[in-house]
C-alpha cells in the first residue's frame, strides 16, 4: 500500500511522533510505502515552546497550509489511504476541506478533543459541528481515548477504532529501573510549556506531603512557578527514558474539562514503561490505563494527599506496582503489539482485509 500521513509536526511534536512517526520502520519493514507531509516546519515546536521567531512562525503557518492545498490537490491520487492528524487546517472551514479530499480514502486520527476549542468564542458560529461533518465523510476514525466514542455517538461506531498512543517496548527495555539509588525519593512529571500548568493543581499538596517525606519532584520539559521543593530537567530524547527511571514516582494531575477528558494518558503509559507506579486526576484514559496494582485515581486534593503517602511510605510497594504496571504496558501499550492492529484499520479502508 502507498500511504500519506499529514501530521501537524515534524517528529519534534510528542503526538505526530509517538502517532505516526515510529510507526513508520514497522509499515516499510512490512513492504508498504508510507510518507509524510506536515503542515509545520522543522523547529516550529522548540521555537514556539521558546517564544521565538513569533514572525517567521506565523509566515510559515501560512507557507504550510498553502503547501498542503497544493500538495493534496497535486498528490492525492498517488496514495491508497491518507491518514490526517486531526484536521487539515485549524480553523479551516470543513467545506474547504471537504473539496480537498474528495475522492480520497481518509483516515481521522484524534489524541485531543479539538472539538472544544470551536464551542467558544466567533468560532462557535461557524466552526461549531467541523469535527462531526468531518468525521461522517471519513472512512475510518482511530482514537487515542475511547471517551471520543460518545462525542461520535451519531457516526458509525463500526468504523470508530481505538489506537491509544503507545511505546516501543525494546527502547525502554535497554534501560534497568533502578530502585531506591538516590538519598532522597523522586516524585516525576513529564511534559511541555502547554501541559506543565496542570502542576498547579498539586502544588499544595506536594508541600504537605515534603514536611513528611524526603522527595522532590522532577518536571521534565517545561518550567513552572511552583512552592514545592522542586528542580527541572530539559527534555531530550536521548535522556528522557533513562530521566524516569530514575524517579520512584509518576503523576499526571489534569483539570476537569472537556479538553482535558480528550486526553490519551501517554504520560501515565511512559511511567509505568519505566517501572514507576502512579497516581493519576480520575479522566476517561487514564481510568482506563490505571488498574489497581500498579497506581490509583484521585479524585480531589485529599486523595492525592493519601495516595502518595502510600507510595512513598513503602519502597517494597512502589516496587511492585512498577513491576505489575511495566508488565501491562509491555504485554498491550506498545508498537510491538499495536502494529497489527494499526495496519488492519489501513487495510479495511484500502479494501484490502
Known sequence: MKILVLPKYHAEGSSSRYRYYNYFKWFRNDGHFIESKPLLYEGYVSDLYNGKNKVKRHFFLVFGILNRILYILFNKKKF??????????????????????????IILDYDDNINARYQVGIAKYFLSRKILKLAKIANSITIGNNWYRDFYNGIDQNKIHYLPTVIDRDLYSQYKTEFMKEEFM?????????????????????????????????VIGAKVDLNCNAYFVDWDAETEILELKKSDIGVMPLEDTDWEKGK???????????????????????????????????????????????LLSSAMLRRAYGISGKDRIFNYYSYQVWFSKFLDVIKLVDGTK
Open 80 to 105: 491508497d489511504v491518507i491518514i490526517i492528524e486531526k484536521e487539515l487546517v485549524t480553523f479551516m472551514p470543513f467545506f474547504i476541506e471537504k473539496i480537498l479530499l474528495k475522492g480520497s480514502k
Open 264 to 310: 490519551c494518558g501517554f504520560k501515565l503509559i511512559q511511567y509505568l514503561a519505566s517501572g514507576l507506579p502512579v497516581v493519576a486526576s480520575n479522566s476517561p484514559a487514564n481510568i482506563e490505563i490505571v488498574f489497581p496494582n500498579c497506581g490509583y485515581i484521585a479524585n480531589n486534593e485529599k486523595e492525592w494527599y493519601d495516595y502518595l503517602s502510600i
Open 186 to 218: 523522586t516524585i516525576v512529571w513529564v511534559g511541555s510549556i502547554s501541559t506543565v500548568k496542570y502542576l498547579k493543581k498539586i502544588d499544595d499538596v506536594l508541600v504537605k506531603l515534603q514536611t513528611e517525606f524526603n522527595f522532590k519532584l522532577k
